[in-house]
């Protein structure tokens, strides 16, 4: 044990080693992104620029045509995006810069040397002024910090009321290790919980409505045939329009761009970038789903992800 001056107040603090004591590791939470740049975001447009997208055309399998597109165009943004992993820190303190780290390290010097001159009057006081200095800045750090952030959030009362009980440190930091009780069995393997949410969700969509509506007649084969015995006057056909590259180009331009994406790891972002090379492309494929009723398999996979609620 030794004495370990912490440069907050007169009392030392106390340091005790001890050792053969296994603990085990806290692993920074890893992320996986893309090196996105000037460079790769030019290079992405240069390979999409010079696709034909001859295999596209002159199709009108929608399957085969869209994975023709899909295929070429992931070929392109995987050549110019590469990815990297990110370590994301455990503290929140985001605000801490160099230059407040090194004042602090100055602050502890001085510190010291006061201790050093026996409290010398001079750097007591010089002393004391720093520390003052220091705490604005911390402070006015802090506060840039926290309204960064509330003005980036897209929900900025939660983002609030998140800072305000992290600020007094209400925030839970217990174990968080969600079990599951099946007939009256309570499960703990994360693995085995994981499959279980994902089988459900897979099954749950076969039968969306099963007794949950009323009025549904069992007798009725389909939908359309209990549509159509439901109402005696006959609905008027369904003229569908062809879409065209502008309007293409115009919902694309309307998507929020964001770096969250699907399993295809294509983001909005891109896909704005994007959106000169591929606009008619896509356009051709939306006719031609239109045109045969038929959409493309690989556009109904969707990633599906339970989000544990607080006190759930």
Known sequence: MQSCPNGLSGHDGQSLTLFNLSIPPQNRKLIHTINFDNNTVTD??????????????????VNE????????YLRCHYSSFNKKT???P?????????????????????????RLNNNDAHLVDYYKKYCKTLSNVILTAKKLHYNRLILNSNNKIATTWKIINYENGKLSHGNNTLSLRIDNKEITNQHTIANIFNNYFLSIADTPNSGNNKHTNINEPNPISYLMNSFYQRFPKMK?????????????????????????????????????????PLTHICNIILNTGIFPDRLKYAIIKPILKKGG
Do not use: M
């Not at 004042?103 to 010097?109: A, D, L, M, N, P």
């Not at 699907?262 to 959106?275: P, Q």
């Open 44 to 61: 992405f447009q240069i390979q999409l620029s010079y696709e034909q997208w001859n295999n596209v055309s002159g199709n009108n399998n």
């Open 86 to 88: 990110i370590k994301i």
């Open 90 to 114: 455990h503290d929140n303190n985001h605000w801490i810069t160099t230059g407040i780290k090194t004042s602090c390290k100055k602050k502890r010097e001085l510190f010291h040397l006061c």
């Open 240 to 280: 569908w329009h062809y879409t065209s590259t502008y309007e293409i180009g115009k919902i694309i331009k309307s998507l929020k761009s964001k770096n969250s994406s699907g399993y295809d790891e294509i983001s909005t972002r891109i896909l704005k970038l994007s959106a000169p090379f591929i606009v008619s």
């Open 65 to 72: 045509i869209f994975n023709n597109f899909l295929n070429t």
